[in-house]
């Protein structure tokens, strides 16, 4: 079994900081892509920020130069450090990851359940 944990999700004043964190766990081989996703209450689920294995990362426009994304390959964790915060931020937040399980071939998508992020005005 893999599950992916997320945490740091909470409520803070616009211009404020939080960090959110998705550790995996479990029997994992390997962890190749893990991205951040959000949805708003009445939205679709929107891709916020991706990496690689290797660490490239990639951001949607509306959240560049705010939110960063990073892993912890050694901890199976990937953060987003989430700055300069806007009300519009507000939705709750997703950890997504391609793994590969020990004794398979295969990389198969998980999901956590998911952190809720309110940034008020």
């Known amino acids: 079994q893999v599950q992916l944990v997320e945490s740091g999700g909470g409520l803070v004043q616009a211009g404020g900081s939080l960090r959110l964190s998705c550790a995996a766990s479990g029997s994992i081989f390997r962890i190749n892509a893990m991205n951040w996703y959000r949805q708003a209450s009445g939205k679709q689920r929107e891709l916020v920020a991706a990496i690689t294995g290797i660490g490239s990362t990639n951001y949607a426009d509306s959240v560049k130069g705010r939110l960063t994304i990073s892993r912890d390959n050694a901890k199976n964790t990937v953060y987003l450090q989430m700055n300069s915060l806007k009300v519009e931020d507000t939705a709750d937040y997703y950890c997504?990851?391609?793994?590969?399980?020990?004794?398979?071939?295969?990389?198969?998508?998980?999901w956590g359940q998911g952190t809720q992020v309110t940034v008020s005005s």
């Open positions: 997504y990851a391609d793994i590969r399980r020990v004794g398979g071939p295969f990389v198969y998508g998980y």
